[in-house]
């Protein structure tokens, strides 16, 4: 059974830290890794990560992706309050037929205090 | 660009009523969607896969019979959740993948 494990579950920090989530997972035929932020509504996607070694970076956010060790971090430098969301971690896998979905991890419940 | 859009986003029904969420992709072509559901403090459960022009393939414990899904074109797939009960009430998600997968903003389901 394909599994994705994400830790913390839930993470408190000051305005201004840096964060670093993570997520580990188990799964037959990866195709690919993908964060999203959820904040009240449907996720927003982050990155997509197929290849190890190669950060992906957007303002604040940045990920990199471990295919040897089978995990990714992602982390948020200088936070803001506007940062607090569930951040999730999936990974999509393929059955020859075309993708076959996600598996996504239970989210880190990121929470930035001013 | 890789839009992804659900109507409605809330809907409240009585119970035994059926309710039609709809899932389209606005710019881009989507052989295949997915429809989630998400119980509150949860993370997305995947409920069914949805091909066009053919049936849906349907996640373990999610009865086919009870959430219809429907992919008659290649941006738009249904999902009804047919004679609903307050135990349906959740948010209801679709994706497609285009460079990566994208979400819709979800449908919210209340049913009294």
């Known amino acids: 059974e394909d599994k994705v494990v994400q830790s913390p579950l839930s993470l408190v920090v000051h305005e201004g830290d840096t964060v670093t989530l993570n997520c580990s997972y188990e799964?037959?035929?990866?195709?690919?890794l993908l964060w999203y932020k959820q904040e009240k509504k449907a996720p927003t996607f982050l990155f997509m990560l197929?290849?190890?070694?190669i950060e992906k970076k957007s303002g604040r956010l940045s990920s990199i992706l471990d295919k040897k060790e089978l995990f990714s971090i992602l982390n948020i430098t200088a936070t803001q309050t506007g940062d607090s969301a569930i951040y999730l971690c999936?990974?999509?896998?393929?059955?020859?037929?075309?993708?076959?979905?996600?598996?996504f991890g239970k989210g880190t419940h990121l929470i930035i205090q001013p | 660009g890789a839009v992804v859009s659900q109507h409605p986003s809330w809907v409240i029904c009585k119970s035994g009523t059926s309710v039609k969420i709809e899932c389209r992709s606005l710019?881009?072509?989507?052989?295949?969607m997915f429809w989630y559901r998400q119980f509150p403090k949860q993370s997305l459960m995947l409920m069914a896969t949805?091909?066009?022009?053919?049936?849906?393939?349907?996640e373990q414990g999610v009865e086919k019979d009870k959430f219809l899904i429907n992919h008659a074109s290649l941006t738009l797939s249904t999902l009804t959740v047919t004679s609903a009960h307050p135990e349906d009430s959740s948010f209801y998600i679709c994706?497609?993948?285009?460079?990566?997968?994208?979400f819709g903003p979800g449908t919210r389901l209340l049913v009294l």
């Open positions: 994706s497609a993948t285009e460079q990566g997968l994208r």
């Open positions: 799964v037959t035929n990866f195709r690919s």
């Open positions: 197929t290849s190890s070694g």
């Open positions: 999936a990974v999509e896998t393929y059955s020859g037929g075309g993708a076959d979905g996600l598996t």
């Open positions: 710019d881009f072509q989507a052989t295949t």
């Open positions: 949805s091909n066009e022009g053919s049936k849906a393939t349907y």
